[in-house]
């Protein structure tokens, strides 16, 4: 197309004006829960990398390993040859952490909620077309799979379980399987629902709990393995990339479920398998967890200790009850000024923006880590309130 990038162009310069257009920087991670930008070291509020594993030596020396033993890719889909012995151990590991039945690996968490979703919602699989309720704040992974799916969603406010269960009732003559799809932790608003209400509301309802821990993994529940560790989910998918250090994904599930996986979900049987180095690093992070209840411990206190500074500053954090704070400034100009005063300050905070969350709700979304220092955490919480007072 000759005009293509002239019509481009123009989209782009919309975005530019509306304060939307995003852009990629190259950085370099530095240990300390800090970063490199331009030159600059900055503390790195808005990494995911809650327990500071992805430069754990522990998990660094594991993947060394396993490319030395393995070599540089898995070479070919599992369904080929790239299923391995270790891969197998891996899922094991995986399952009896999780206190289920099996475990499958997917390359990452869109991946794995975009294909494992349609799989399950697969209407020739039911006999009717599935009842599909789902948190309004779902991440986009879960929506692209209920989407790939063809399913339309009845979507319920945003973790209120009355208002989940009237829908479920107001559905109870309708044929089609129910499910209830959400997160154990909002990546944007760091807020957690009540899981064994959910729980309960499945079994009273019959209907299959689909639940999101990516960003629990690591960092909540038994052993730092999730909310739906000792509880009737059927299934629960997190992540290797966030808490854990590495990358990739699992779903953790009935042998049944695994199996119709395998069959069906078209992440695993079209993509090559994860490569070597990071199946090490995720076999290194899944020995590591369990061991880390002091490092849980003081990620929670940091979190809560700026959770109740912002709050006495008047500062909306979203309902946040975990290791991720928003700071809700709504306009998003003010929003990228914020952080940008921030940034001016050593401390980095990503303004998100619509899209990414609803109109008139642009955040700095902090994501605390393990391994900030009190002083960091000092530091953040007395710039955000003197940014957010100076710049309206």
Known sequence: MRNLDETIGRVLADLAQDGRLRSLRAVEPMDGGRIRIDGRELVNFSSNDYLGLSRHPALIERARQWAERYGAGAAASRLVTGHTAALAAIEEKIAAAKGVEAALVLASGWQCNASVLPALLDKSLWGAEPLVFADRLNHASLHMGCQSAGIRQTRFRHNDMTHLDELLARSAREPGPRFII???????????????????????????????????????????????????????????????????????????????????????????????????????????????????????????????????????????????????????????????????????????????????????????????????????????????????
């Open 182 to 392: 959400t997160e154990s932790v909002f990546s944007m608003d760091g807020d957690a629902p009540d899981v064994d209400r959910l729980v309960a509301l499945a079994e009273e309802w019959d209907a299959f709990l689909y639940l999101d821990e990516a960003h629990a993994t690591g960092v909540l529940g038994t052993n730092g393995f999730g909310l739906s560790v000792g509880t009737h989910v059927d299934v629960s998918m997190g992540t290797f990339s966030k808490a854990m250090g590495s990358f990739g994904a699992y779903v953790a599930s009935s042998r049944a479920v695994k199996d119709l996986l395998v069959n069906r979900a078209s992440g695993l049987i079209y993509s090559t398998a994860l490569p070597p180095a990071v199946l090490g690093a995720i076999d290194a992070a899944i020995d590591l967890v369990p061991a880390l209840g002091a490092e849980r411990a003081r990620l929670a206190a940091l979190a809560d200790k700026v959770r109740r500074a912002f709050a006495a500053a008047d500062l909306d954090t979203a309902g946040s009850t975990t290791q991720i704070v928003p700071v809700i400034l709504g306009d998003e100009d003010r929003t990228l000024k914020v952080a940008a005063r921030l940034e001016q300050q050593g401390l980095l905070g990503i303004a998100i923006r619509p899209p990414t969350v609803p109109t008139g709700t642009a955040r700095i979304r902090f994501a605390l880590s393990a391994t900030h220092s009190d002083e960091d955490v000092e530091r953040l919480i007395d710039a955000t309130i003197q940014a957010a007072r100076e710049i309206p």
